[in-house]
C-alpha cells in the first residue's frame, strides 16, 4: 500500500492533469460556441481597448464560468476516479470532522 505521502503527490498530479484537460477541453468548446453565436473570432484579449466593452465583459463572465464549471466537473471525475481505484477519497478531498 501506498504512503500518505505518495498518494498525496498522485492526487496533486492526478487532479492537475484532470483540471488542464478539462480547461482545454472548455476552451476549445467556448470558441466553437462564440464564433457560431456571434460569427466572428473570440477576443484574443478582451482588455484590449479596440474590442467592445460589452464584448469584453461578456467573454470574461462567459469563458470565466464555462472554465471554471470544465475544471470542477473534471476534478470531480477524477476524484470518482481516484476513490473507486483506491478505495478511499484523495487527500484533499476527505471530509473532516467539522464539516459532517
Known amino acids: 500500500m501506498a504512503d500518505s505521502g505518495s498518494s498525496s503527490r498522485l492526487w496533486t498530479v492526478f487532479s492537475l492533469v484532470s483540471a488542464l484537460i478539462g480547461a ?7 470558441d466553437t460556441g462564440w464564433k457560431a ?18 464584448e ?13 464549471l470544465a475544471r470542477m466537473l473534471a476534478q470531480r471525475r ?3 476516479y481516484y476513490a473507486r481505484s483506491a478505495g478511499h ?3 484533499s478531498s476527505r471530509r473532516t470532522e467539522d464539516s459532517k
Not at 465583459?57 to 469563458?63: G, I, K, L, R
Open 24 to 30: 482545454a477541453v472548455a476552451k476549445k468548446a467556448l
Open 37 to 54: 453565436a456571434t460569427g466572428k473570432k473570440p477576443p484574443e484579449n478582451p482588455a484590449d481597448p479596440d474590442v467592445a466593452m460589452g
Open 56 to 68: 469584453a465583459v461578456a467573454w470574461a463572465v462567459v469563458s470565466g464560468t464555462f472554465v471554471a
Open 78 to 80: 477524477a476524484a470518482d
Open 89 to 91: 477519497l484523495p487527500p
